[in-house]
Nanobody
C-alpha cells in the first residue's frame, strides 16, 4: 500500500515561517497530483495548494503570495513553504496525493501535522 508521512509542523510567531514536508512511500507507479489541505477547529477542510506532475500549481486565495508548494518527483515528496504566517493559518495540515500503485488510482491522505501561529 501507499503511505504519506508529514513533518515540519509546530508553533511559530505571527510573521514567521515554517516548511512542511510530505513523503509518499510504498508500491508507487506514479503520482499525478500532490497537495496540502488544512482544517481549523470548527471549520471544514480546505485546499491550500496543489501541484501536478508537470509542475503547474494552484493556491487558495488566502495563501497566495505567502505559501509556495513544490515537489521532488524522484523522492515522491511535496513541500509547503509557508511565510508571513498569520494566526488564521493555525490548523492541522494534511498532505494529499493521487497515486497509481499496484491497484487502481486512489486518493491518499497523510495523518496531519499541527501548525499553530501565535505570539
Amino acid at each position: 500500500q501507499v503511505q504519506l508521512v508529514e513533518s515540519g509542523g509546530g508553533l511559530v510567531q505571527p510573521g514567521g515561517s515554517l516548511r512542511l514536508s510530505c513523503a509518499a512511500s510504498g508500491s508507487i507507479f506514479s503520482i499525478n497530483v500532490m497537495g496540502w489541505y488544512r482544517q481549523a477547529p470548527g471549520k471544514e477542510r480546505e485546499r491550500v495548494a496543489a501541484i501536478i506532475n508537470g509542475g503547474d500549481t494552484n493556491y487558495a486565495d488566502s495563501v497566495k503570495g505567502r505559501f509556495t508548494i513544490s515537489r521532488d518527483n524522484a523522492k515522491n515528496t511535496v513541500y509547503l513553504q509557508m511565510n508571513s504566517l498569520k494566526p488564521e493559518d493555525t490548523a492541522v495540515y494534511y498532505c494529499n496525493a493521487g497515486v497509481t500503485s499496484i491497484g487502481p488510482w486512489r486518493n491518499y491522505w497523510g495523518q496531519g501535522t499541527q501548525v499553530t501561529v501565535s505570539s
